[in-house]
């Protein structure tokens, strides 16, 4: 047996081995198995995952550094592996994540331009939907939250004080709910709540801005 064969099935042992065991003891071997084997994209994502499920109200550096490291992980596993919609969209989640991780914890400059973060997280949220309606039709569904992902664009649109671009994302949130899940779950509720209470902000500062424009002219 070459290194790299040894190298990639060690790597796929401690990925199994890791996915058995609770976070703080996951990681390191998630980490090792990285290390192993660099260019393996189901281990860089689930590293990726992992990296983002630690505690949000934690501001410590240690804290935010997981969150970076988890971003760059799935960026580099969806180089690796394009065609995985798993991986474009929880890279979407990743990045709207460590903004609202930053704005909270006073982390904004660290963070990349507004645009270039925006872009970068469209580019991931949209590539994932439009793979996930290729596996629909092919009959390998990953069972992706669109709805949340349409939520997820509106959110950050906002934030970026963008209310039209907002609106037109959260506009879309209820008709992938319906396709997706019985409208009378608890979640489903809380979804449209949210989405709601975005739209009447967004469209409040949309005609705020466009009022602004007006009496500049």
């Not at 084997?37 to 992992?50: A, K, Q």
């Not at 989640?93 to 331009?113: D, E, F, G, Q, V």
């Not at 270039?116 to 390998?140: F, N, P, V, W």
Request: glycine content about 4%.
């Amino acid at each position: 047996m070459d290194e790299n064969t040894w190298g990639i099935e060690s790597a796929m042992r401690l990925q199994s081995v890791a996915k058995e065991m609770k976070r703080d003891k996951l990681l390191p071997f998630l980490r090792l198995a990285r290390d192993i084997d660099p260019t393996n994209s189901d281990i860089l994502y689930w590293l990726g995952v992992h990296l983002m499920q630690g505690d949000s109200n934690d501001p410590s550096d240690e804290r935010w550094n997981e969150i970076c490291q988890g971003v760059e992980s799935l960026q580099y596993s969806s180089v690796l592996n394009p065609a995985d919609a798993r991986i474009h969209y929880h890279l979407g989640m990743a990045i709207s994540t460590r903004h609202k991780y930053a704005m909270r914890t006073r982390r904004a400059h660290l963070l990349p331009p507004p645009k270039e973060a925006a872009e970068t997280l469209i580019e991931a949220i949209e590539t994932a939907m439009r793979l996930e309606a290729k596996c629909e039709k092919a009959g390998c569904k990953n069972d992706i939250n669109i709805a949340a992902g349409y939520l997820c664009l509106g959110d950050f649109m906002a934030r970026l004080r963008d209310p039209d671009k907002a609106i037109v994302y959260l506009n879309q949130v209820e008709e992938h709910i319906d396709m997706e899940q019985d409208g009378d779950t608890n979640w489903v509720h809380s979804m449209l709540d949210e989405v709601n209470s975005m739209l009447e902000y967004c469209k409040t500062e949309s005609m705020k801005k466009k009022e602004a424009s007006l009496v500049a002219k």
